[in-house]
């Protein structure tokens, strides 16, 4: 920050004033002078401003110290006339102190920087002095506060010192006391540790004592074991001869089942009456046909192996799927996604299951089998709200149970005999539900049975 620096200028010598600063001004007189520039600086109008101080004619006092304190302390020094007219404000607001610079006697009660910052203003004779009086005056009370400061510091110090001198005396106490105590700890543990390798010995006397009784327990089980193993031999003995007598016991009972034998008989001729007199209720015609007749072969005369092979039923036939669900009893499970990933991959995952159960409503109201449909749980981001179609159960998979694995339960769940057919093309599905005893079949092949429906 630029430092008024007074010097002997044309307005000095005008003045009659040929004094000036070797110096820069003291801190505290500089800021003096700044402060009492900007509170006069708004008694004067715009026009009696220096050019490069109107831009902070509408400042307040604060801010145009803080912002312009360099442009005024340098305006104050280079412009004769804006001292003047500052000198002039300062002269309204301390007459006092103005008269009394003018007249050569400042006040002896006022502030030295009050005083030379009046004075660097004002420029009466001796203003030099009044300034190097106050920068004195400042640099012992700056020292004076120094020697204080140090003073304040070398007791807060020595108090310090003598706290952790007590502490030290403490800490030293304290630790002695536990040096005590931790000696006392290690005789009693000595002590602990003498009764302990006692104990040991006497403990290792008695386990010898135990080995000791311990061979004589054996030598009496050795003893003991024979005696079973005679036993034992005279048991088998007396076994086979039991099982001598129970077989010929059997063969007694063998003898006297003639009349139970009979009794049978009896029953047996009933069921075959009753299954002659159904026969003869349904009128059943008499059977030419022997097991040998159902074996597929070509007879002379007949058609050949190929034109069979043409007749039967393709895998991917949907006849095969009605003849399948004309059995009896038949229970059709379907795995949803695979199938709906089969034949409409490109629809939303509701819309899927939708056209699917739709389909299946129709063809179990047409051949009246049980259908269970299985959508697997853990592609669904929200509960499902779906009303089951009529004919169809709808199952979903429980979280981490797959949707396959449900499938395989299900075919496992029916009883030995009863047709089932599953619907997938997972090749891991058909493998398990067809050791179920359950048949697989295609996607593919449900979906053309449902293109008919």
Known sequence: MEQPTGGAGPADAADGTAESLDRPLPEGVRRKVVALVSDAFGGLTVGELPAQLRQYARFTPSRRAKFAGNAMAAALESDPVFRRRIGERIGQTQPELAEALESGAPPAAADPVDVAAAAYVLRPAGWVKLVAAAGEEVQRAHAERADEETRRELERLREELEHARGQTRADTERLRSELDAARKEADSLHRKLRSALSEVKRGEAALRKAGAEADTVRAETAAQVSAAESETRRLKARLAEAEASVEAGRRAAREG?????????????????????????????????????????????????????????????????????????????????????????????????????????????????????????????????????????????????????????????????????????????????????????????????????
């Open 257 to 453: 089942r003639s009349v139970e034998d009979m009794r049978l008989r009896l029953l047996l001729d009933t069921v075959l009456d009753a299954a002659q007199g159904l026969r003869r209720e349904l009128a059943l015609p008499p059977s030419s046909l022997r097991p040998a007749d159902g074996v597929e072969a070509v007879e002379p005369g007949r058609m050949s192996p190929k034109d069979i092979a043409a007749r039967a039923l393709s895998e991917t036939d949907p006849a095969l799927l009605d003849q399948l669900l004309a059995l009896p009893q038949a229970h059709l499970i379907v795995d949803g996604y695979n199938v709906t990933k089969t034949g409409y991959p490109q629809m939303p995952l509701e819309k899927q299951r939708l056209r699917l159960l739709g389909g299946l409503s129709v063809l179990a109201a047409q051949t009246g089998a049980e259908m269970t449909c299985v959508f697997d749980g853990a592609e669904l981001a929200v509960p499902v709200l779906l009303a089951p179609p009529r004919g169809v159960r709808v199952l979903f998979s429980k979280a981490g149970v797959t949707a396959d694995e449900l499938i395989r339960q299900l075919a496992r769940a029916e009883p030995p005999g009863r047709p089932v057919v599953v619907v997938s093309t997972d090749r891991e599905v058909a493998d398990g539900v067809a050791k179920a005893g359950a048949r697989p079949v295609a996607s593919a092949l449900l979906l053309k049975r449902l293109s008919r429906v």
